[in-house]
Every structure is written in structure tokens, then in C-alpha cells.
């Protein structure tokens, strides 16, 4: 499957000005992480690629944290500057060989800003990859649907179950991917899809 979507990326590319950009979205434990490794393994026999992980971009605990709003929209809407990132990423991504961009240190809840360099094919992976704001600076966008009982157990062998664990995905984080999936559509808006049975084979 990834030597597939591979190929057809690299077919792609050849029709659009590089760096070729892609989004690989999807809903928390859905594989995202996996899956861009594997890519990227399979994309760099034959180009040069740049990874972006988007949580690494996220903004410190202040931001997002008790600011009086609810906290699935504190997670959807807050946990990236969303105009930071279109301003000072998005939209040079096209015009730029190196980037600065801020990276999340979680110890110390602190920003360090770090450069990127642009490869002709740039991976970008995450979680609401295709809100509005973002949607029309991919070239090529994978939606992982996974069944919620695999991403569930996913999460709890990597985020270790700790005491409240349960109360704030009910609150913070379920509600917002289910806002994400009604209101932006990712399914529909996605390039491709990959779904994944409840063993997880795509």
C-alpha cells in the first residue's frame, strides 16, 4: 500500500512545482506516525523528503489550557496559531528552501524556533490537517479511518492510562474530532482514503 501511494505521489509530482506537499490526516491513534515513517522510507529511494510532524508546532499550555472556552475548542481551535502558521509556513512553502518555524519543548513548556529545510517533497502529518484555514495549500491529502476501538487502544498503549485520562478525552478531545468530521469533512475532502480493519491491516 505505501509503495503505492509512493508511486502515484511520485507520478504527481512531475505536474506540479515542487516541493509537492502532502497531508496525511487523521483522527488521534489512527497510524499517522507509522504510516509517514513508511512513506517517507519508500518516498526517499528516489527524492529527497521533509517530514513535518504538527504537534511539534504547537504553542505553550497558557494558550490552550483554562482560557475560559470549552475544552474541545481549546484543542481544536487554540492548540496551533493557525494564522502564525499560514502567515510564516503555509504560504511560502511554495517560495522558500529553508524555514523558520517554532517547535514545542513539552519539559519546559517553552518555544525554541528551529529551520527547516524544504525538500521537493514535503510530508506534513496531523490532526485536523484539513480545516478550512489549511485545506488549499496541499497538493495531495490521505485521510487514515480507523475504527475507534483500535485508535483507542492505540492511545492507551502510548499515552499509559493515568488517572482523569478518560474525563479529558470525553471533554477536550473526542468532541473536537467529532466536530472535525462533521463540520470540515475530511473523508470527503481527502485525495485518498486508507481505511483500517479493527486488527489494523489497511
Known amino acids: 500500500m505505501v ?11 512531475q505536474s506540479v512545482n515542487a516541493p509537492f506537499v502532502v497531508g496525511i490526516d ?14 517517507e522510507r519508500e518516498l526517499k529511494k528516489e527524492c529527497p523528503v521533509t517530514v ?13 489550557y483554562n482560557t475560559g472556552y470549552e475544552q474541545w475548542y481549546e484543542y481544536y481551535s487554540l492548540q496551533w ?22 517547535f514545542y519543548e513539552k519539559p519546559m513548556d517553552s518555544i525554541t524556533y528551529k529551520k527547516i529545510k524544504l525538500e521537493p517533497i514535503i510530508l506534513i502529518e496531523g490532526v485536523f490537517l484539513q480545516r478550512n484555514e489549511w485545506i488549499k495549500y496541499y497538493d495531495f491529502t490521505i485521510f487514515l479511518d480507523c475504527p475507534k476501538e483500535l485508535r483507542y487502544k492505540r492511545i492507551l498503549k502510548r499515552d499509559g492510562f493515568y488517572e482523569g485520562m478518560i474525563d479529558k478525552y470525553k471533554r477536550r478531545y473526542w468532541p ?3 466536530y472535525y468530521l462533521k463540520y470540515e469533512k475530511p473523508m470527503v475532502q481527502a485525495s485518498k482514503i486508507y481505511r483500517a480493519t479493527i486488527n489494523g491491516k489497511i
Request: no cysteine.
Open 3 to 13: 509503495k503505492e501511494i509512493g508511486d502515484e505521489i511520485r507520478q504527481l509530482i
Open 26 to 39: 487523521g483522527l488521534s491513534g489512527a497510524g499517522k506516525t507509522t504510516f509517514v515513517k513508511e512513506l
Open 52 to 64: 513535518i510532524h504538527l504537534d511539534d508546532h504547537i504553542v505553550k499550555a497558557e494558550r490552550r
Open 81 to 102: 496559531d493557525i494564522k502564525m502558521l499560514i502567515a510564516s509556513f503555509f504560504q511560502n512553502i511554495h517560495d522558500v528552501e529553508e524555514i523558520t518555524l517554532p
Open 176 to 178: 473536537a474530532e467529532e
